[in-house]
Every structure is written in structure tokens, then in C-alpha cells.
Antibody, heavy 121, light 112 residues
């Protein structure tokens, strides 16, 4: 069954690292067509793209400038999943985080169910 | 970043009536293998966004044919021919011409 299963903590303390994982069923993280993205959504910022990882004979990553110094998105071929790591979080990073599959970087046809992450002490 | 502007932001509709949402981009979105890099998503209450339309006018798998997309370049429209109760939620347009991918503000459709 084609789906993305998200996991990770819903509460992170300020200055710590937010880490989420997205397990892929029905496709491969090493696909030459798909790209694996993270978005987030908050009332103040709306829907915001954070970054992506994808394989085209080698691995590539792209990140939004707004988080570039703090973010890492890593594929894990052994578990067919990918992860998001966002360091030095502040309350402004509180949001619902979504993992998605991008088709040839052109549209997003598969979304995880979302994880509400609250940054608070 | 490419600015995406939607209108209206709120859309009350009587069931069975048509509805249209406009989306305008800050630059032309032609560029996805000859297609427009414009997609539409519906986010139902409490759910993730779901793909409705890609390349400006192609319905995604499983999307009812009452949904249609039109337009090219910088101006796009999502049309629902006959609104049903299950269509309530927030509709977003999104550009994928370049990163960062950007969304419109969202249009909240509600049933009168």
C-alpha cells in the first residue's frame, strides 16, 4: 500500500534538535523519479517548504534559505525512509510537519499524516 | 521567491452550485517539461493536503470530474462544477517552477 508513515516526538525543548522520520511503503527512497520533501504548516507562516532529498545516480539535497543553516534531510536506504533534523529550535518552529513525495519536482501526490511539533520548555 | 496570490480567501457556496478560485503567480510558471508548474491541493479539516490538479489542468488519480483546472502562464483557475458537502476545506495553489516551492494563502470553502 502506497503511504508515508511519520514518527517522532511531539514536544522539543528550545535550542534542541527536532528529529522526524518518514517511512515509505509502496515506493523506494532511491527512486529516479520521486523526490522526498518536508513541509511545515503554522498559522503564522502558512504552508512552508523546508527541503528535499532525491537520487539521480547520486544523492542530492536542497534546503530553504530560511532554515539552511539548521536543517538536514537524510535518506536511509536500508530502512526505505528519510528523516528531518532541525537544530537550535525556537518556539517559532512550532508547526505541523509533513513528509511528502514529489513527482519529478513538479507536484506532490503523496503526503504523510502530519506531526504536530511544539517547541516549549 | 515566487509570490502566489489567491482570491477569494473565503468562499461560501450553496450545494449544487459552481465555485471558482483564482490563483496568480509573480512570474510565468511554464517550465515543467512544457507544462505549467502549478498544482492545486485541498486540505480537509484535520487532514493533510491532498493533490487535486497538477500541471495546471490535469486531475489527479481518484479526483472527481467536477473538479477542473485551467489557465496558463501566470493566471490559473480551479473550478468545481457542482459543489458537494464533502468539498469543504481550504484550497491551495502551489508553484513548483523553482525552490522554494510557494503556496497561495488558501481559500476556505464553506457550505451555505
Amino acid at each position: 500500500q502506497l503511504q508515508l508513515q511519520q514518527s517522532g516526538p511531539g514536544l522539543v525543548k528550545p535550542s534542541q534538535t527536532l528529529s522526524l522520520t518518514c517511512a515509505i511503503s509502496g515506493d523506494s527512497v532511491s527512486s529516479n523519479i520521486a523526490a522526498w520533501n518536508w513541509f511545515r504548516q503554522s498559522p503564522s507562516r502558512g504552508l512552508e517548504w523546508l527541503g528535499r532529498t532525491y537520487y539521480r545516480s547520486k544523492w542530492y539535497n536542497d534546503y530553504a534559505v530560511s532554515v539552511k543553516s539548521r536543517i538536514a534531510i537524510n535518506p536511509d536506504t536500508s530502512k526505505n525512509q528519510f528523516s528531518l533534523h532541525l537544530s537550535s529550535v525556537t518556539p517559532e518552529d512550532t508547526a505541523v510537519y509533513y513528509c511528502t513525495r514529489g513527482h519529478r519536482h513538479q507536484y506532490f501526490d503523496l503526503w504523510g499524516r502530519g506531526t504536530l511539533v511544539t517547541v516549549s520548555s | 521567491d515566487i509570490l502566489m496570490t489567491q482570491s477569494p480567501l473565503s468562499l461560501p457556496v450553496t450545494p449544487g452550485e459552481p465555485a471558482s478560485i483564482s490563483c496568480r503567480s509573480g512570474r510565468t510558471l511554464l517550465g515543467c517539461d512544457g507544462y505549467n508548474c502549478l498544482s492545486w491541493y485541498l486540505q480537509k479539516p484535520g487532514h493533510s493536503p491532498q493533490l487535486l490538479i497538477y500541471w495546471g489542468s490535469n486531475r489527479a488519480s481518484g479526483v472527481p470530474d467536477r473538479f477542473s483546472g485551467s489557465g496558463s502562464g501566470t493566471d490559473f483557475t480551479l473550478t468545481i462544477s457542482r459543489v458537494e458537502a464533502e468539498d469543504v476545506g481550504v484550497y491551495y495553489c502551489m508553484q513548483a517552477l523553482q525552490t522554494p516551492y510557494t503556496f497561495g494563502q488558501g481559500t476556505k470553502l464553506e457550505i451555505k
